[in-house]
């Protein structure tokens, strides 16, 4: 770029951004560094910043006491000592111009120059003071605000390491200084100087520590400093053009001191790196300056009545972040979902509460209606309400669960038809009674447990009236069955009685028959010896043939008679 260009305009409404500028950064493919100076007006900011480009002119530097830069203007050159390097100078607008009745724009170019820069130059006069000190953290308090607001993915800080990497260096350049650089006697250096002015002081009262925290947060929020003095350039009368006036017409302290300026910042400037360790190009730039306009002028930046009322309403709703956060790592690492009782829960979150509200109170500044603190208490009030609720359903999970790995042996017998038989309501009905006991002795459960019972054991009430009907039923039925069993036997009792008192004259028959079957069987012997001897004398034949018709006769009698017995003797009648 030959000269500098506008990059936000600074008009009565909201910020403007200058599309050429834009066009010009998302050409800029090399890895930036941007340097950002922030001042008073009329303090001799452009100054600096034309010999960081390293021209007389470029930069408008006024000679009136009206400022002459209004918002924020870009000069992109080659990077002097970093090749392959563009080096982004913006100049802002002075704060404190008289003619501006609302100072409102003037703090958000402040904010964007500081949020956009890899070296932040603030520049103020003669020496530090409270006052400075207070503008600085103001600024830079409103810039970790519209950082966090802001997409998180584009610029956000994942740990200590990125921090330093992603917040600027911040350079103090203290105009026309007159002080002696000694402290306790001894001489300082100028970052001596800055170092002792940043230092908080020790007590515990309310005002020490409205002394510390802009120190505090001033040294957190920019891990590198360094301090440059400035003497007085030249005579008050040539001060007003000092634009063209040579080195030579200077004084040659001045001329050094600037020239240790300008060999500090091109040296050991670093890169515009975003979070994750990106450095950034001139499209991440554009991307940013985008990103934090559009946050700016749609309000995201808490209101600017007084510099005081803005950092207290940053602060506290830090602490009231700060707190919660205390309160959530606290419920996480020691409620355990569910818990057994509600006044388990209640203790753990009053417990957790006080501690909350205490980090606040640490935390807090000027928070004299207790406004937010009772906004605390009540987003505490909300968060106990949410665990209430997660505590419940962390319950009904688990005795759910509970419920369905212990009675499912019960519903698979129900299912397999265990229970259908005479006397199994009794059986199912000791079989759930002892899975009562079971669930019962099971821990942690929750709050949920006798209600989740209950439940289940209603849901399953029908299957019990079922099985008692059955029961009921095959008991009748089996009742009946035993009933005709028991008239069955009684009669076959009563048969088998009358069978057997006849029994003892069946005896004497088989007795009698077996003693006729006896002498037959030896008369039929004697037969038979008499007939051989007849035979063997010849003279018996028809005796014999007549002897034989006797016997079979005899026979067939005595046959008769063994049939009609044995009728008489059939298994039936035993």
């Not at 005002?207 to 003095?229: A, E, G």
């Not at 009236?465 to 009684?490: C, H, P, S, W």
Request: neutral net charge.
């Amino acid at each position: 770029m030959p000269e500098p260009l506008c990059l936000i305009e600074n008009t009565d409404g909201p910020l403007l951004v200058n599309p050429e500028a834009l066009k010009i950064l998302s050409a800029i493919r090399q890895p930036v560094v941007v340097v950002a100076i922030m001042g008073l007006y009329r303090t001799g900011k452009s100054y600096l910043m034309n010999k960081l480009a390293g021209k007389k002119n470029g930069f408008s530097v006024g000679s009136t006491v009206q400022s002459h830069t209004k918002g924020i203007w870009m000069w992109c050159v080659p990077h002097p000592k970093k090749p392959n390097h563009t080096l982004v100078l913006l100049d802002t607008e002075g704060l404190g111009d008289v003619e501006k009745g609302d100072k409102t724009n003037d703090t958000h170019i402040s904010v964007l120059a500081l949020l956009l820069s890899s070296t932040f130059v603030y520049n103020t006069m003669n020496k530090i003071d409270q006052g400075a000190i207070d503008l600085l953290h103001y600024v830079t308090e409103l810039s970790h605000l519209l950082r966090i607001d802001t997409s998180p993915n584009l610029n956000r800080v994942d740990d200590a390491a990125d921090f330093v990497r992603i917040c600027p260096d911040l350079v103090w350049t203290l105009r026309d200084f007159y002080l002696d650089l000694e402290a306790n006697g001894q001489l300082i250096t100028a970052d001596e100087y800055l170092e002792n002015s940043l230092r908080p002081k020790q007590g515990p009262n309310q005002h020490l520590q409205n002394f510390n925290l802009p120190r505090l947060c001033i040294q957190k929020f920019f891990p590198v400093k360094k301090c440059f003095i400035f003497d007085l350039p030249t005579h008050q009368k040539k001060l007003a053009q000092l634009e063209t006036l040579h080195n030579d017409d200077l004084d040659p302290k001045f001329v050094q001191q600037v020239a240790e300026f300008c060999s500090y910042i091109l040296s050991h400037s670093k890169t515009k790196t975003l979070s994750g360790g990106i450095k950034a190009s001139g499209s991440h730039l554009e991307n940013l300056v985008q990103t934090y306009v559009n946050a700016i002028n749609s309000g995201d930046l808490p209101g600017m009545e007084s510099e005081v009322l803005t950092l207290a309403q940053i602060k506290n709703l830090a602490a009231v972040q700060k707190a919660i956060a205390h309160y959530d790592q606290e419920m996480g690492q020691k409620l355990q979902l569910p818990t057994e009782t509600l006044q388990e829960l209640l203790d753990l979150h009053r417990a957790s509460e006080k501690e909350a509200i205490e980090v606040f109170r640490k935390n807090s500044f000027k928070d004299e209606d207790q406004e937010y603190q009772k906004k605390l208490e009540m987003q505490l009030a909300a968060k106990q309400n949410d665990f209430h609720k997660r505590n419940l359903e962390a319950s009904q999970s688990r005795c759910s669960a509970l419920l369905q790995d212990i009675f499912h042996p019960l519903e698979e017998n129900v299912k397999q038809g265990v229970y259908s038989k005479p006397g199994g309501h009794c059986l199912f009905i000791q079989q759930r009674d002892k899975l009562k006991a079971k669930y019962n002795q099971e821990p942690r459960k929750g709050i949920q447990a006798k209600e989740a019972l209950q439940k289940y054991l209603e849901s399953k009430e029908s299957v019990s009236v079922t099985i008692l009907q059955t029961d009921l039923a095959l008991t009748a039925r089996e009742k009946e069955i035993k009933g005709i069993t028991e008239e069955f036997m009684k009669a076959e009792a009563q048969r088998l009685m009358e069978s057997l008192t006849q029994h003892p004259q069946m005896m004497e028959q088989r007795k009698i028959f077996h003693q006729e079957q006896v002498r037959l069987m030896e008369r039929n012997r004697v037969y038979q010896q008499a007939l051989q001897q007849r035979a063997m004398e010849g003279q018996l034949q028809e005796e014999v043939k007549r002897l034989k018709e006797i016997i079979q006769a005899e026979n067939r009698k005595l046959h008769d008679k063994l049939q009609n017995l044995l009728r008489n003797d059939s298994p039936d009648d035993i």
